[in-house]
């Protein structure tokens, strides 16, 4: 049994993991940041978040340049990007307290199975989708526009009939933090359900040099992210996970009532980093057509986007 108060590192301190980990800081949680290209700013300002919801916050933080200065943690909170689990994975290991708890909050397919077989035997993996604008504006600095949750699901672990006690025990840290959080009883469905958003905001703010407003108000625009929802809704319930009929209706109404947003995949193109194609399209693509499911839309926005990954990636 633990004799410290729960220890929490987060690993990828960009957006995702800047605005958790610093809500969950300022709620008195023992929060440790691994930092690269950022750590000289945060060590010396500390990390600031300006939130049209929670106003302007800034404390100094617990901050590393190196793994190997963490303490071991009990949780786990991964805000980096997909595209660089496979790097990440030795340092989770490395920082993680026996029976560590790591959370992806990460979009896309697939994460939890390539990540599964690098961690230890006594780790539990959990995934969290985060539904909330936020976006990273300057070294140390992250910028949330609305929203916020986070909602947790069981992947795997040593004892997978406590998971949703582990599931509760993570929402319950967000709820002291001021953050709305769920257990989720079916992470793969979640999952999907989260792509219905993704697939077609993220591909399109790329693609069409557009924000949601645009896209939204757009007539020709509008009728690409109904397509593409749709498409996703049907390689969802190809398979096996039933997204219900109103769902896609849902987000259009949830997103205009948003304020104007640039998905992250839009700063991730003009930043020249990466895009996180692997997990938001070619997975959920690579299932659906598994079972002969095809889904013609996202498979062509994917290629657009993955030709502009590729010119990004030659230009650097």
């Not at 750590?39 to 919801?53: C, D, F, I, M, P």
């Not at 406590?162 to 599931?167: L, P």
């Not at 109904?226 to 219900?244: D, K, N, Q, T």
């Amino acid at each position: 049994m633990s004799t410290h108060p729960v220890r929490i590192g987060i690993i990828g301190s960009g957006a995702i993991g800047g605005f958790y980990g610093l809500m969950l800081a300022r709620a008195g949680f023992d929060v440790h940041f691994l930092l690269r290209s950022e750590y000289a700013a945060v060590a010396e300002r500390g990390l600031t978040v300006e939130s049209r919801v929670h106003g302007s916050l800034n404390l100094p933080v617990q901050a590393y340049a190196d793994a190997a200065d963490l303490p071991p943690c009990d949780w786990l909170l991964v805000g980096a990007k997909a595209t660089s689990n496979a790097e990440l994975a030795p340092l989770l290991v490395q920082t993680a307290a026996p029976g560590a708890k790591v959370l992806l909050l990460q979009n896309g397919l697939g994460m939890e199975e390539l990540l599964r077989p690098a961690l230890r035997d006594d780790m539990h993996l959990l995934g969290g989708l985060c539904f909330i604008c936020v976006h990273r504006e300057g070294p140390g600095t992250v910028r949330h526009q609305a929203l916020g949750a986070v909602n947790l699901g069981y992947h795997s672990g040593p004892a997978a009939d406590a998971g949703q006690a582990i599931v509760e025990e993570g929402a319950e840290l967000f709820h002291r933090a001021g953050i709305d959080s769920q257990a989720m009883p079916d992470l793969a469905l979640a999952r999907w359900q989260k792509l219905v958003w993704n697939v077609p905001y993220n591909g399109l703010s790329v693609l069409l040099g557009a924000s949601t407003s645009a896209l939204m108000g757009d007539p020709d625009s509008r009728a690409s992210i109904e397509a593409l929802m749709a498409e996703v809704v049907e390689g969802a319930r190809a398979c096996g996970h039933e997204v219900g009929d109103g769902y896609a209706a849902h987000l259009l109404r949830v997103t205009e009532q948003m304020p104007d947003y640039w998905p992250s995949m839009y700063h991730d193109h003009v930043q020249q980093r990466p895009l996180e194609l692997q997990a938001i399209y070619a997975e959920p693509l690579a299932r659906a057509r598994a079972i002969g499911c095809v889904l013609p839309r996202m498979q062509a926005l994917y290629q657009a986007l993955a030709f502009i990954d590729r010119r990004n990636r030659a230009a650097e």
